[in-house]
């Protein structure tokens, strides 16, 4: 999976989230909180799959 696919999954999934969380009544406070942890764990996810991408991408002998 790319970078950008991985970013746009994890948006869909932090948009539905929040909408889950407004239509729940989650007082904005703590689906602030919420919602920052799950856009800092998509930043990583999407860090982490460009750095599989570019390693990948490396010729063998500079992989290893």
């Known amino acids: ?6 970013a746009r999954n994890l ?4 948009d539905a989230l929040a909408s ?3 239509d729940a009544g ?3 406070e703590e ?5 920052a942890a799950a856009a ?5 996810a999407v860090m982490l ?4 991408d570019e390693a990948a991408s490396l010729p ?3 992989a290893a």
Do not use: E
């Open 1 to 6: 999976m790319t970078a950008d696919s991985t």
């Open 49 to 52: 799959d460009a750095l599989l």
């Open 26 to 28: 989650v007082p904005a």
């Open 11 to 14: 948006t869909d999934c932090i």
């Open 40 to 44: 800092q764990a998509t930043m990583h």
């Open 20 to 22: 889950a969380l407004r």
């Open 60 to 62: 063998v002998s500079l």
């Open 31 to 35: 689906s602030a909180g919420l919602l």
